[in-house]
């Protein structure tokens, strides 16, 4: 009976890729540069219960917008949140669950999402860049438990 768990016989060496000489990235002076940073949940196919948190909208008005949505008989409402604004759509979800006392409940992803930054030069002698980075991702699905028409009393 052979050893299933064999030397390194038929593995490749991975320390020669992890001593392996990288390339330096050089750096990007922001006064040679303007930066635009792409898109990165494809906002072209954005459907009414689609709402996007960032650091800059307001709150409140999201939380209104997300109140009206279910209130206005939507089954269902998606948050999204990207890098630093993850915490606010946690917040988002966790504030229309207090409102609707537990009546809602929570689906929850996270993931990573590659985001590609252009570097346009302001300058002829600087070239044209594109960097590519991740970063994290949340996508909050708030439905409803029970359907509100079944609450209704008899007339």
């Known amino acids: 009976m052979t050893d299933v768990h064999k030397g390194s016989e038929g593995s490749p ?26 898109q990165p949940f494809g906002l072209s196919r954005k459907r009414n219960k689609d709402i996007f948190v ?17 209130n ?14 993850i915490l ?3 917040n988002l979800a966790l ?3 207090e409102r609707h006392y537990g009546g809602i409940d929570l689906d929850i992803k996270t993931s990573t ?14 070239d044209y860049e594109t960097i590519s980075r991740n970063n994290s991702a949340i996508c909050i699905r708030i439905f409803r438990k029970f359907s509100v028409g079944n609450l209704k009393y008899p007339e």
């Not at 930054?117 to 302001?122: A, H, I, K, R, T």
């Open 72 to 85: 206005n008989g939507a089954h269902e409402v998606i948050v999204y949140g990207l890098g630093a604004a």
């Open 95 to 97: 504030q229309l669950k």
């Open 54 to 70: 960032t650091n800059k909208t307001n709150f409140k008005a999201q939380l209104k917008i997300c109140e009206k949505l279910l």
């Open 13 to 38: 060496d991975f320390s020669k890729e992890r001593n392996a000489p990288r390339t330096k990235r050089r750096k990007l002076l922001s006064s040679d540069y303007s930066i635009k940073k792409r």
């Open 88 to 90: 606010r759509a946690c």
């Open 113 to 126: 999402t590659s985001v590609i930054d252009d570097f346009e030069p302001l300058h002829d002698s600087a």
